[in-house]
């Protein structure tokens, strides 16, 4: 009964070839977020969808992107994957209704990325 | 910008015995959430435990209770009665009070339980 799904939980690609690490809830949260878990790192936010707005981090590189064709599914895709971006990858869900967010994030399991 | 330290990379406690885990944090915001999150071995990060700033009680869960000293932005974790369980990275994480922010995550404290 997993509310958070990501697939695959292991990716291995090389260097300079597009992937896509896939998440989907079954929440039916209007929030999603991607993170990204490098090595004895703290998780950093990439961006978040809030329903159909894509909010990206300022200081997300550009060769990260993300789709959200609908509620249940968020894709996270690295366009041409450098030695850099092997990490954990952590997809996340919350509601948020209004100004006040007083929910929780639930996370997946993770996708753990590795650039040969 | 949002800041949160945990000092601790390591912590062990022996099965039964109590531990903190500590954690400071830096902001300029009055309305924010705190929150410890476990991570066990190769599986999903949940939460253990929230804190809402404006409350002054200490949240409670269980064997889980944290220490919040708002004055000195610290945030402790207290865990009771340790069980093999509990053995995980545990991170401390702030998000601001409104909107759809994510959270802002400290590096993480392993902790190890000693039968």
């Known amino acids: 009964d997993a509310m958070v799904i990501q697939n695959p939980r292991y990716q291995v690609t090389q260097f300079g070839k597009p992937v896509t690490l896939s998440c989907s809830q079954t929440?039916?949260?209007?929030?999603m977020y991607w993170y990204q878990q490098k090595s004895s790192q703290a998780p950093k936010l990439l961006f978040h969808?809030?329903?159909?707005?894509?909010?990206n981090e300022a200081d997300t590189p550009d060769n990260f992107q993300s789709r959200r064709p609908n509620t249940s599914f968020c894709f996270l895709d690295i366009r041409s994957p450098g030695l850099g971006d092997a990490a954990m990858y952590l997809c996340?869900?919350?509601?948020?209704?209004?100004?006040?967010?007083?929910?929780?994030?639930?996370f997946g399991a993770g996708t753990r990325l590795s650039v040969l | 910008a949002q800041t949160v330290t945990q000092s601790q990379p390591e912590m062990s406690v022996q099965e039964a015995e109590t531990v903190t885990l500590s954690c400071t944090y830096d902001?300029?915001?009055?309305?924010?959430?705190l929150f410890w999150y476990k991570q066990p071995p190769s599986r999903q990060m949940i939460l253990v435990i929230r804190?809402?700033?404006?409350?002054?009680q200490n949240a409670t869960e269980n064997r889980f209770s944290v220490n919040f000293q708002k004055a000195a932005k610290s945030f402790s974790l207290k865990i009771s009665d340790s069980q093999l369980g509990d053995a995980a990275m545990y991170f401390c994480?702030?998000?601001?009070?409104?909107?759809?922010?994510?959270?802002?995550f400290g590096k993480g404290t392993h902790l190890i339980i000693q039968p």
């Open positions: 996340a869900t919350s509601r948020v209704a209004g100004r006040t967010n007083k929910n929780i994030q639930y």
């Open positions: 929440l039916n949260h209007n929030v």
């Open positions: 969808y809030y329903d159909k707005d894509f909010n």
């Open positions: 902001t300029s915001e009055s309305d924010y959430y």
């Open positions: 804190q809402e700033a404006y409350k002054q």
């Open positions: 994480a702030y998000r601001s009070g409104g909107g759809a922010d994510g959270l802002t």
